[in-house]
């Protein structure tokens, strides 16, 4: 089989309902955002950003995988896919994608302040606090404080040299959803061999090299002419 990598963002979740990452005038649902996705944000108010990852995993458990999603799990008749995303909900697992590396974290696990390997998936019996919604007071078996297993702005992300890796690989690689000036992620693109057939799908494309093939759709309508092009 053939490698298909996928690089999604947050316009493939936005057609679920999930608010993308970062709203007009510097706000993520009327919280600027460096107060609630900054390391500095966390240190300087920390029960802030627990209540702020509270609301967003109450939102996410209001919405469902859409047909982009469930579309490139179909894709997997025909090629070993490995998606690659900025989204930090868990959409691609719930439409059964069967791999999935999230650069940026994942909102639905937390972990260790003190062991950053220590990582739990939300709700877990493991912690004080057993339901969605955690809090500076949450601990965990071993009584350290937890906080959301999310990158935040000012800090390293961890998994990106898995992900150039991945596209390093790709016989095709695709983007959704996420526009090709927001870096490091917009820079797996060219990690992506020169051989490989490349696609991108986002409704106002721009910034796009030569070589790429557009599809100007939304995340649900590209995906759908995606796999008519790849599997006729």
Not at 91 to 99: N, T, V, Y
Request: aromatic share 8%; with cysteine.
């Amino acid at each position: 089989m053939k490698n298909l990598v996928v690089s999604s963002g947050a316009g493939i979740s936005a057609e679920s309902g999930i608010t993308t990452f970062r709203d007009a005038g510097g706000l993520w649902e009327n919280y600027p955002v460096m107060d609630v996705a900054s390391h500095t944000g966390f240190l300087r108010n920390p029960a802030l950003i627990h209540k702020f990852y509270n609301e967003r995993r109450a939102q996410l458990a209001e919405v469902q995988p859409n047909a982009a999603h469930t579309g490139l799990v179909e894709l997997e008749k025909y090629f070993n896919v490995n998606v690659i995303t900025q989204n930090v909900d868990d959409l691609h697992e719930r439409a059964g994608s069967s791999s999935v590396l999230h650069l940026h974290g994942e909102l639905m696990k937390v972990r260790s302040l003190t062991h950053e390997e220590r990582v739990y998936t939300l709700p877990c019996d493991k912690l004080t606090d057993k339901g969605l919604e955690t809090s500076v007071d949450t601990r965990d078996p071993y009584g350290d404080a937890v906080r959301p297993h999310i990158v935040f702005f000012e800090e390293a992300v961890p998994n990106f040299e898995r992900a150039c890796m991945l596209a390093q690989k790709a016989d095709i690689f695709v983007v959704i959803g996420t526009s090709l000036v927001v870096y490091p992620a917009a820079s797996l693109l060219h990690y992506a061999p020169r051989t490989a057939e490349i696609y991108y799908i986002d409704p106002k494309p721009s910034n796009v090299p030569d070589y790429v093939h557009v599809i100007p759709k939304t995340a649900t309508e590209g995906v759908k002419e995606l796999i008519e092009i790849l599997t006729k």
